[in-house]
């Protein structure tokens, strides 16, 4: 769910003058419950971004803490069958990223690696599969997978080391001043609990929601 850059592409065609930015933005799940994949997806710790009805349409929006790609799921979404799904959760260290998802209730596999080659990441080729991280804890070579009710499937997957042409550092962005007002909003509720635990007024409030949204949007360590 990264952007990608890769200048070897050239111009677009259809331009002429020069490539269009694009990034991934939703990844639209199948779901037979609504109301039981949004308790799943609240228990992973994403945040809840939408859930509202119109013509006949109930749409339920979550986005993972520190990513610019939303999920999405509801009723007359789409016509994909109920766990048909598959999507990637890169995470820089799969230890910890399964130990957070076991504490939360998720039924996760233990870490695992491909002896050989890489298709034992997906489960039908679960036979290949090496206990523990890789060898010298190659970057995109361990991981862990978990699905939700329907069965739809996330793979956690550790990068440490980017291949050429991804994006190695967290950005920091907001698609609309919509957005940015609600990031805002939460850093504010977040900071009047930080001031009545210290019983007093924090004159420095700008840098503490500063520190908290760039940590809210990269899954850094929330200021508290």
Not at 62 to 79: D, I, K, M, R
Request: glycine share 12%.
């Amino acid at each position: 769910m990264s952007t990608t850059e890769d200048s070897s592409r050239g111009p677009s065609p259809a331009s002429g003058t020069g490539s269009v930015g694009m990034t991934l933005e939703v990844v639209v799940v199948p779901v037979s419950d609504v109301d039981r994949a949004k308790q799943f997806y609240e228990r992973l710790g994403w945040r809840l971004d939408a859930d509202i009805v119109a013509d006949g349409v109930r749409l339920v929006q979550f986005t993972p803490q520190g990513e610019g790609c939303s999920v999405q799921f509801g009723t007359n979404l789409t016509p994909a069958p109920p766990g048909s799904a598959q999507a990637y959760l890169v995470v820089a260290d799969i230890e910890v990223a399964r130990d957070q998802l076991v504490r939360r209730g998720v039924d996760i596999s233990e870490v695992y690696h491909c002896a050989t080659g890489f298709a034992c990441r997906f489960d039908v080729w679960a036979d290949g599969r090496g206990s523990g991280v890789a060898p010298g804890r190659k970057s995109y070579g361990s991981f862990a997978s978990f699905r939700d009710p329907d069965g739809n499937g996330w793979l956690l997957q550790e990068v440490t080391e980017r291949l050429p042409g991804r994006f190695s550092s967290p950005e920091v962005r907001f698609s609309s001043a919509s957005e940015l007002a609600g990031a805002l909003q939460r850093a504010r509720a977040a900071h009047g609990a930080y001031e009545r635990h210290l019983g007093d007024a924090d004159l420095s409030w700008p840098d503490w929601y500063a520190t908290y949204i760039v940590a809210e949007q990269t899954g850094g360590e929330l200021p508290g």
